[in-house]
T-cell receptor
Framework: DSGVTQTPKHLITATGQRVTLRCSPRSGDLSVYWYQQSLDQGLQFLIQYYNGEERAKGNILERFSAQQFPDLHSELNLSSLELGDSALYFC???????????FGAGTRLSVL | GENVEQHPSTLSVQEGDSAVIKCTYSDSASNYFPWYKQELGKGPQLIIDIRSNVGEKKDQRIAVTLNKTAKHFSLHITETQPEDSAVYFCAAKAIKAAGNKLTFGGGTRVLVKP
């Protein structure tokens, strides 16, 4: 167990809908990261937050947004969902903005 | 940006044999190279990492080598066991002023046959 908690484990929704994925980092970790894992794209970095502030951005779609709250948990919001958004979404956390990243078990999103 | 290529995409070995996975990276500024193991239904777990000031690192049956000049690094698993069956990912990262973005290779599915 990495200590990173992601909820829900599975999410099934329809095209056009909006969902929120939640991540609780390891105790003491200030930085959270979001990754998307699809069959044909591998693990793709989406965005990083450090102590509530956006730190780095990857190829995150405009339909997606994230935030990190004062208690350090993070949420990834996905809106206007398309079939191609179906994937595993992983959250990772690290102590600082530069340290080793520990991954959660992921949320499997299925868009029907 | 950084690009990481990983080979092979699948690897089947007999229990007890060695497995080698190779990765190349494009950004010469990259200086941190972790390897993750992902078992079915789980998130990636860090198994070993190496920084650019070191050429080789070993942890029991796992070793990683780094060739900065050639911009490639490899994972070596010796005396493979059935529990080594998983998908392995290499990654690279440049320590920059902002951000801690890991760029992953495409993954290698390892099957250890008993």
């Amino acid at each position: 167990d990495s200590g990173v908690t992601q909820t829900p484990k599975h999410l099934i929704t329809a095209t056009g809908q909006r969902v929120t994925l939640r991540c609780s980092p390891r105790s003491g970790d200030l930085s959270v990261y979001w990754y998307q894992q699809s069959l044909d794209q591998g693990l793709q970095f989406l965005i990083q937050y450090y102590n509530g502030e956006e730190r780095a951005k990857g190829n995150i779609l405009e339909r997606f947004s994230a935030q990190q709250f004062p208690d350090l948990h993070s949420e990834l919001n996905l809106s206007s969902l398309e079939l191609g958004d179906s994937a595993l979404y992983f959250c990772a956390s690290s102590v600082s903005a530069e340290n080793i990243q520990y991954f959660g078990a992921g949320t499997r999103l299925s868009v029907l | 940006g950084e690009n990481v290529e990983q080979h092979p995409s699948t690897l089947s070995v007999q229990e007890g044999d060695s497995a080698v996975i190779k990765c190349t990276y494009s950004d010469s500024a990259s200086n941190y190279f972790p390897w993750y193991k992902q078992e079915l239904g789980k998130g990636p777990q860090l198994i070993i990492d190496i920084r650019s000031n070191v050429g080789e690192k070993k942890d029991q049956r796992i070793a990683v080598t780094l060739n900065k000049t050639a911009k490639h690094f490899s994972l070596h698993i010796t005396e493979t066991q059935p529990e080594d069956s998983a998908v392995y990912f290499c990654a690279a990262k440049a320590i920059k002023a902002a951000g801690n973005k890991l760029t992953f290779g495409g993954g290698t599915r390892v099957l250890v046959k008993p």
